[in-house]
């Protein structure tokens, strides 16, 4: 296919996708109602507006001060102010809102607060001593109090324990818009065996659906975006993983905008930072030598795979030079002498916050520096896509020098495992799960790739009940409960280990994984927990059915968070989409979409019947697949195409087999 004509088919697909997305964008939109501006709000320094029933429907609150939500209290008139406060405001519902949840969506609140509507209470957020809200997102259910069609009074009462005060950050009424109009622009998976697995994928998507928003003057981002929607910054780490999964609904969901908003904020001289602010697009930290304020560099990883899926070489021209330019800064800035030439992170910075490293600061970073060799790896290969041989062998140049060092100061021969580097010069021996981002950065050989892969496969140290906790078993500081990533489950890094393993041939072991996964999170779906005293107080609500954030190693259950105490976040994708729809489509149900190539691989590993409708495949072209046991194990495939494309089929044991499916409706029979 000429590089025009696959322009070509990718303007059309464009075209063909854009309405649909355009549609559900304006209807998303229209089902957030922004209330920053024009509060009636008045100070209560001896907290008696409850006694006087401030939040009462008919309550004359004509004298009090106007002030606006997004921006604290102080900063609009009431200088110094500590203690409690009250907001008011009418505001008029659609009534063909009835029907549907309408929740406040407040991004932050300073410290807590209660909610009234209509003068009734509904809900508190917050708790002294330590449970402040001010950086958290969080919602109030509204309808079941609200009158449709109808001017509702909202009442806030916020409660500011000291510093800044009040609702200073953007907070909105939004009516969760049901995406059953939309399901026939995404896949729809069928396996009858397990339609547990099938309503979670549902409900995957529904979840990223009620997460998307929308760019402001203000904060310069993507007019909508696909937001992991815990708090108002957007982060790199949570982007790019929402990315993998959300590729398989680009017909609906603004997959890649996600990332245009980082090139969007990068700087001149290469910088992109780890997490940038939702109200006003800011860096939220300056970046330090010690605290260079980034995330893990997938964004070429994540390019390359959005390239494979549809064959967008014109988005690789445009995104090419930033990602050079990323990679050049972190080169000149994210490495220290006690490092030999390899990377530095910080906890926070690496995503995994409380993985016990030891004393490795400045030094060598395993999981960072292996990053920055895969974005090496996909480098070269964009620059092969792109003709330009001369930046190909430098990047191909650059990946063989960093996977020299790696394997020279972070392999351990006699453990068989990549380690971080101390400041001392030695290696920390800590186990944790940064080390297989070895295999899918061909930075691991064959050997170590199986030595590795052992590893995987003990049950003292990643063989958990819930494969594969983020810290080995064996480390003395590992959680069985969790602790975050002190044991932990998560679905970033399950996905990483799983992609690493199907590219070196151990694809029995990442088809476990994956179900074993996607089981678990099955589980604890459909058994939520009822030990309410482990979900955090801000988190508490009538019912837990949701994915959550993170998950037990040893049982189906949420993991516990950074203290240890409470449950993870809820509702969280997110990443954790990836379970339910990337692992499902790709290792559960076995298909591999190489649309830059118009192939379509499927690996038959299932008995039973199962397969696939609506799948992209390319540039303008879905199908749908289904695997049919027949007699003596022969197996019916039905097949329906918009465009021709390429079928390979690999079944084990067998060689692969490569069929030409023309538009329309066949069947093959193997």
């Known amino acids: 296919m000429t590089k025009t004509r696959a322009a070509a088919l990718i303007a059309v697909f464009l075209a063909g996708a854009a309405p649909a997305m355009a549609d559900a964008m304006s209807a998303l939109k229209a089902s957030i109602l922004s209330i920053n501006h024009a509060w009636r709000f008045r100070p209560d320094p001896h907290d008696t507006g409850l006694r006087d029933e401030w939040f009462r429907t008919d309550f004359d609150d004509s004298r009090w001060s106007m002030i606006d939500a997004g921006k604290t209290w102080e900063s609009q008139g009431f200088p110094e102010y500590d203690g409690v406060g009250w907001y008011r405001k009418r505001i008029d519902i659609p009534a063909d809102w009835k029907g549907t949840i309408v929740r406040l969506a407040a991004s932050g609140v300073d410290d807590e607060y209660d909610v009234y509507v209509n003068g009734t209470f509904v809900r508190h957020h917050g708790e002294k001593p330590d449970r402040s809200v001010w950086n958290w997102q969080t919602y109030t259910r509204l309808d079941p109090h609200l009158e449709f069609g109808k001017a509702n009074t909202l009442a806030i009462r916020v409660n500011d324990w000291g510093g800044g005060g009040g609702i200073w950050r953007d907070i909105a009424v939004r009516r969760a818009l049901p995406m059953g109009p939309y399901r026939d622009f995404l896949p729809e998976p069928m396996l009858p065996a397990h339609p547990e697995w099938i309503d979670l994928y549902w409900e995957a998507w529904r979840m990223a659906w009620e997460k998307i928003s929308f760019g402001t003057p203000e904060n310069g981002l ?3 975006y696909m937001d992991e929607g815990f708090n108002e910054q957007i982060y790199q780490w949570d ?23 980082f090139y969007g904020k990068q700087r001149e001289n290469g910088y992109i930072q780890r997490c940038y602010s939702e109200s006003d697009g800011r860096e939220v930290q300056t970046p330090t030598p010690d605290d260079p304020g980034v995330n893990p560099p997938l964004f070429a990883w994540v390019e390359w795979e959005y390239y494979a899926f549809t064959g967008d070489r014109s988005r690789l021209l445009r995104v090419f030079p930033k990602l050079e330019k990323y990679f050049l800064w972190l080169e000149d800035n994210a490495r220290a002498p006690e490092g030999r030439g390899l990377y530095y992170q910080t906890d926070l910075g690496s995503g995994m916050d409380n993985t016990p490293r030891g004393d490795v600061t400045r030094s060598a970073w395993s999981d960072m520096s292996i990053q920055q060799a895969l974005a090496a790896g996909y480098l070269a290969r964009m620059a092969a896509v792109l003709g330009d041989r001369e930046k190909e062998a430098f990047w191909r140049r650059e990946h063989a020098d960093l996977k020299d060092r790696i394997n020279e100061l972070l392999w351990d021969e006699a453990d068989g495992f990549y380690y971080d580097l101390l400041r001392s010069g030695e290696k920390s ?33 990643f063989y958990r009940p819930h494969l594969f906790p983020t810290l080995a078993a064996s480390e003395k500081t590992y959680a069985a409960a969790g602790h975050y990533w002190r044991g932990s489950v998560w679905a970033p890094t399950n996905y990483m280990v ?79 989409g990836l379970g339910p729809i990337a692992m499902l489509i790709e290792n559960i149900l076995g298909f591999e979409v190489r649309g830059a190539e118009n192939i379509l691989v499927w690996t038959l590993t299932r008995s039973d019947t199962h397969g696939i409708r609506r799948l992209p495949v390319g540039p303008d072209n879905r199908v749908s697949l289904e695997a049919s046991p027949g007699r003596s194990g022969r197996i019916s495939v039905r097949i ?30 193997l």
């Open 640 to 669: 329906i195409a918009e465009k021709e494309f390429a079928l390979e089929i690999r079944r084990p044991g067998a060689a692969a087999r490569r069929i030409r499916v023309k538009p329309g409706r066949s069947t093959v029979r």
């Open 429 to 461: 021996h800590v186990k944790h799960i940064g080390a297989f981002w070895a295999m899918l950065a061909s930075v691991a050989d064959g050997q170590r790739t199986a030595r590795l892969v052992d590893h995987l496969k003990n049950p003292a140290e």
């Open 239 to 261: 982007s790019v993983f929402m990315c993998l999964f959300a590729r398989y609904g680009l017909r609906l969901f603004p997959v890649m905008p996600t990332l245009d908003n």
């Open 222 to 224: 993507a007019a909508a």
């Open 498 to 576: 799983i992609q690493g393993l199907e590219r070196r041939g151990y694809g029995d072991l990442a088809r476990e994984a994956a179900e074993n996964h996607v089981r678990h999170m099955a589980q604890v779906y459909a058994d939520p927990p009822a030990d309410e005293h482990r979900i955090a107080p801000e988190e508490r609500r009538d019912a837990y059915r949701t994915i959550w954030e993170c998950y037990s190693p040893e049982r189906p259950a949420p993991a516990t968070r950074w203290d240890n105490t409470f449950y993870s976040r809820q509702d969280f994708v997110g990443w954790s």
